[in-house]
């Protein structure tokens, strides 16, 4: 009989890490999480987290699967200031220049800054028996056994240049270092192949800056979304955040850069498909210069399709799959992933590779396939989808049109966008007529903005 595990070591104290760092709480009596940053005692940005001075919210199913892993956390976060709400009731999704019809779906959302949701899932995780969160430390390289087919530790240096190297033993190691992860590099000094690799790129640049919120803005909606579309490739997201902050943000791609400037910025946000986000920033009170960040590319490594991997070792987080940020999955994927290790855990470590990547795989299809779909085209690129993908699409298309006058599709819709609903959920004949009405009407002019959108005071502008 083997002996039983003894430490698990993760590598990068991201949502992704924490989240690993919780569900291995269960399997092993010490775990282990490093990260290069000064971690900070309250809810303050981290050099590490660049998209920590966005916007931030979770997908519905994203607020599920990290209550069932840490149960009461909402609740918690509520209290620190986190808006919380009916996904149709209290957000704006414009397909074009109109939004959803609003409703009430039964999916509950949260809104709150990055830094407040790390602070508070590491506070939690953090105070789990046997878990330890170290700071300053670099993960070097992986120690493997002497047969070659397993990962037995981690080098991990401090960036106190007086500290020393040291060895950390594992029975695991978890990679969840996000986009720079150095797993690959570090297989393949051990003869290790690189998974195959998905990877769309889209050049992404998003710009945001904050206002002051105060509970009459935009009627009291907790988010105005405007998403890209093909023929339309910029995006605008208005989040509530707590602190009495809106968080605006305007993406560009393949190229595009959205400017920080005020003037430029709000000016930018009228060349979304729909006025109202400009409009509402107009209106506000500006608290900082705003600041920009860049994402290349969707990228999915397919650790599952590799003839062999080593026993001891797990990726999670963005180093297994990283996907456009304006779709708030991030977080919601590194929930799931760790729902699929905890799963795997409890039915034994035999094969926890194999078994985790599979699962993994399977819980990625659905948003990965959101992510490509989304993804703007290239100027000067032309789509050149199979037949089913773009009957597909203009199905989608039609059902997206008659969900801005039709509650029942716009839930349905919201269902499958937030990851509590399969999208063959929409493959029944209530929405395929629907969608049906929606493809053969005529097309209508723009029509206003509902009146719950609209700016309640004077433009106030500052900064």
Known sequence: MSAPPERAVV????????????ALSEAYPQVVVVDRDELPDDPSQRDGVPQGRHGHTLLAGGREALEALLPGLTEELVALGAGTGDVQERTALYVGDRPLAPGHSGLTTLMMSRPLLEWTLRRRVGALPGVTVLDRRSALDLTWSADRTRVTGVFVAPLDPAGATRLVPADLVVDASGRTSRTTEWLARHQVAAPPESRVRVD?????????????????????????????????????????????????????????????????????????????????ESLDDGSTCRFPANVRRHYEELAWFPDGLLVTGDALCAVDPTLGQGTTLAALEALALRDCLRR????????????????????????????????????????????????????????????????????????????????????????????????????????????????????
């Open 204 to 284: 992404l640049a998003m710009t945001t800056r904050h206002f002051r919120r105060q509970v009459d803005d935009a009627g009291g909606a907790l988010a105005v979304a405007h998403r890209p579309t093909r023929t339309a490739p910029r995006a605008g997201l208005l989040l509530a955040q707590e602190g009495d902050v809106w968080a605006a943000s305007l993406t560009g791609y393949h190229g595009d850069r959205p400017p920080t400037a005020l003037a430029d910025f709000t000016a930018y946000a009228r060349t979304l498909c729909s006025p109202v986000l400009a409009d509402l920033v107009a209106a506000l």
């Open 11 to 22: 590598i990068g104290a991201s949502v992704a890490g924490l989240l690993a760092a919780r």
């Open 348 to 463: 034994g470590r035999d094969d926890l590779a194999v078994r985790f990547f599979r699962q993994a795989a399977t819980d990625l299809e659905v948003p990965w396939a959101q992510a490509v779909a989304a993804a703007p085209l290239a100027p000067g690129a032309t789509a050149r989808s199979p037949m089913r993908t773009e009957l597909g699409r203009r199905y989608t298309g039609a059902l997206q049109a008659a969900g801005t006058d039709d509650p029942l599709v716009a839930g349905a819709l919201l269902r499958v966008g937030h990851l509590t609903a399969a999208p063959s959920s929409l493959l029944t004949p209530r929405y395929a007529v629907r969608a049906l009405r929606a493809a053969a009407a005529p097309p209508g002019g723009r029509p206003a903005p509902p009146a719950h959108l609209r700016p309640a005071r004077a433009p106030r502008v500052s900064g």
